[in-house]
């Protein structure tokens, strides 16, 4: 029996580079559909469209919320290069375009290189049962019901209306029927976290995401997924994020997004 989430994210050939699919209700925040969600829907149509596995780089824009119920994906592959793919698509609703994407795609398998230089290294967490649990708070985040994340200990305050001033979020995460790790969980792992403004004072609610971009860096092995989220500019009603997810052994992806606040 597939996967909850591969069953959310699940689209169908319907015509030449055109892919029906249905958001799926619990996949969001307040009514919203997740931006990760919606980034491993795009990606899974663009993957098929350009028969290529890996997304080295994707970016989304979002145009407008999106609720549960039937979407439309038109994919085009823009060129197809030897080692690289670059693909487009929108993804619409209501016959309304709610999502613009490009990403590039390749094979990790073919692209090996003899220089390797890296000097970030992993979040420092305690063990996943000394962090602490995200709740669904009554229902109003039902996305957070669908995973298992983790908070650090220190980031965690906000929640309880005692704020770090620091702009940081760090913590666990996994799929909690034991669905094995791969980029679409990523994807949903590189935007399911709180944002990290909330830990500042004079931030409070929800905080949508105009634009979301994540660089894969390798395949992601089993296991829990450990996660870093930074903000550096808030300013003008606008936060930037910068974030990273990895394995036990690698850094599997870069994350990038900016958001508006509430006034």
Known sequence: MPFEFDQAIAVRRSADG?????????????????????????????????????PVTITLHYLAPLPAGPV?????VDKRGRRLSTVSATLSQGGRVAVRAIAAFGNFDEM????????VSPPDLPAPESC???????GIFPLVDRLDMRLHPDDAGFERGVKSGMALVRGWFRMPDDRPNDVFSVMLAGDAF??????????????????????????????????????????????????????????????????????
């Open 194 to 263: 709180p944002p990290p403004v909330l830990n500042l004072d004079g931030v409070m609610g929800w905080v949508p995401t105009i634009e979301l971009t994540l660089h894969l860096r390798a395949r992601p092995k089993n296991g829990w997924l450990r996660v870093r989220f930074s903000s550096s500019v808030v300013r003008d009603g606008l936060c930037s994020e910068v974030g990273e997810v990895w394995d036990d052994e690698h850094c599997v992806a870069e994350i990038r997004q900016i958001g508006l606040l509430p006034n």
């Open 72 to 76: 439309r994906i038109e994919a085009r």
């Open 132 to 138: 602490s649990m995200r709740e669904s708070h009554g």
């Open 112 to 119: 090996e290189h003899p220089l390797e230089h890296i000097t």
């Open 18 to 54: 055109v892919y029906d699919a249905e958001i799926v209700d619990g996949w969001d925040i307040r009514g919203n559909a997740n931006g990760g969600y919606v980034m491993a829907m795009i990606a899974n149509a663009m993957r098929e469209e350009c028969e290529r596995p890996d």
